[in-house]
């Protein structure tokens, strides 16, 4: 069946370091992916999301690519700030599996200034 | 209103009573679903709602859980005779169109569960 396995946590970065975190995904069809955060005490948001085979998506300084080949969707992020400690969930959508959305465990990450 | 609108947003009970939760979803979105994520846990789905289809029930816990949605739009998710386990944080996410693989879910910004 689909699902989602993401980089445990949590993980702790100074400002401005580079972050990376790992997604990789297993599906039956051809899924779209997703990113989402929580920040404290919120509900999760959409960061970016991208829906076919080396779509790049991006929002707030964060990108991950869309890798088929490596059934991946790292999150990545060149200079931390202090404001993105938050969990971040990587998710799929397969329309093959009815439109369930699956969604990884969640990362934590805190940065620190 | 703008976004998904759950309420209550916090909920204290004693272990065998019942509780309601209740999800507003973004007027027009027509996918429903619920989630329940427990402390430092990710998310577990329980439900989903597509127009007027059946829904998909195949996450609910046991059978002390169900959820309705009336004319498409509210949902309740009901949890009886709650136990501690039951304790969590209870997600609500709509979508405009469950056909399609690449919307988006929004979220609510969940009801807080505590069974004493």
């Known amino acids: 069946g689909d699902s989602v396995t993401q980089m445990e946590g949590p993980v702790t970065l100074s400002e401005e370091a580079f972050l990376t975190i790992n997604c990789t995904y297993t599906?039956?069809?051809?899924?779209?992916l997703f990113w989402y955060v929580q920040y404290p005490g919120e509900g999760l948001q959409l960061l970016l999301k991208?829906?076919?085979?080396?779509d790049k998506g991006s929002n707030k300084g964060f990108e991950a690519t869309y890798r088929k080949e490596t059934t991946s969707f790292h999150l990545e992020k060149g200079s931390v700030q202090v404001s993105d400690s938050a969990v971040y969930f990587c998710?799929?959508?397969?329309?093959?599996?009815?439109?369930?959305?699956?969604f990884g465990t969640g990362t934590s990450l805190t940065v620190i200034p | 209103g703008a976004g998904v609108s759950q309420s209550p947003s916090n909920k204290v009970t004693e272990k065998g009573k019942d509780v309601e939760l209740r999800c507003d979803p973004i007027?027009?979105?027509?996918?429903l679903y619920w989630y329940r994520q427990s402390l430092g846990q990710g998310l577990e789905f329980l439900i989903y709602?597509?127009?007027?289809?059946?829904?998909?029930k195949s996450g609910l816990p046991s059978d002390r859980f169900s959820a309705e949605r009336t004319g498409g739009s509210v949902s309740t998710l009901t949890i009886q005779r709650t136990q501690q386990e039951d304790s969590a944080v209870y997600l609500c996410?709509?979508?405009?169109?469950?056909?399609?693989?690449?919307?988006?879910?929004?979220f609510g910004d969940g009801t807080r569960l505590s069974i004493l």
């Open positions: 991208a829906t076919k085979a080396d």
């Open positions: 709602f597509q127009g007027n289809s059946a829904p998909d």
């Open positions: 599906a039956t069809g051809y899924p779209s």
């Open positions: 998710a799929l959508s397969d329309r093959n599996t009815g439109n369930q959305f699956y």
């Open positions: 996410a709509s979508s405009l169109e469950g056909g399609l693989s690449n919307q988006p879910q929004h």
């Open positions: 007027s027009g979105h027509t996918a």
